[in-house]
């Protein structure tokens, strides 16, 4: 690349292949899947991500393209299932999708981490990383989880947590750049708030205090929600990877169009579209869709 070209947003991008029965836990059509996977390829997408509840991690591995440019991400099964499980679930991901070796394995509960079991459970990914089946381990947490101590003590090498336009408090709280110093990687969730951006008079925003303010204020400044999304996700500090969860190719298409647009000058102040910390701790209660 030259010095003058542009890095390609679209390498920030962490796919997470979804529908809406997938996100139910029913299958994820593998005539979904494929379309959706080339496109992300095709876009210079270079991570995807799973999870062990529904079909995807088989949709991956018959769908994705060969050989696979990506670098796939797995999460483990509930620490209640027991390690034994958990272990077992993490290798039977890889074989699921087709993969000698996965890129990370994160915990997918920063309670599982937490509890009395919690130490042992993180042994237990540890000596996956050592037997070479997965590269990197982490955890997912909340910002309520105090991400950057977890990260700290547990030497992740990955923290997954939630920030988008409307639940800032990660940026707030200084946990996303705290973690980039201590050299963890950042991958930040539910970059669309869980579709409360783009939901019109529904039930949420009588439920949310604050929601129909800061989608009005993106209505008056001509802010598409998916750019805005988007634009806010790029702007953060660390440039951490942005897990975006999508349905479809066209899906991920019109995301990929709002990235690449989103970069061209220089965004609004972010701040003023975030919900009030309690407000914003709501979204996760009023989401029945998996926070990728």
Sequence with gaps: M?????????ERLCVAPASTGARAGAALAEDVARPLLETAAAAGIRRVTSRPAGDVERALGQAGP???PFRVDARTAPLAEGLD???????RSLERMGLPRGETLLVSRAADLAGAEGRALWDRLEKLKAQ???RRIGLCAGPEDDPELLGRRFAADVVRLPCNLLDQRALRSGAL????????????SAVFAHGRLFSGGDAAVGQTPGLSRTRRRLAEARL????????????????PVLVVSCA????????????HASGRGPGPDWAEFAL?????????????????
């Design 2 to 10: 030259s010095k003058s070209a542009r890095p390609n947003p679209a």
């Design 177 to 188: 750049e705290a973690l980039a110093v201590a050299g963890i990687e950042v991958q930040v």
């Design 276 to 292: 009030e910390p309690a407000a914003a701790g709501t979204l996760t209660d009023l989401a029945t869709a998996d926070a990728a």
């Design 66 to 68: 060969f050989p696979s």
């Design 248 to 259: 479809s190719a066209a899906e991920l298409r019109a995301m990929l169009a709002a990235v």
């Design 85 to 91: 499980r958990v272990e077992a679930r993490a290798r």
């Design 224 to 239: 598409d929600p998916m750019q805005a999304a988007l634009g806010f996700g790029l702007s953060l500090p660390g440039a």
């Design 132 to 134: 070479g089946l997965y």
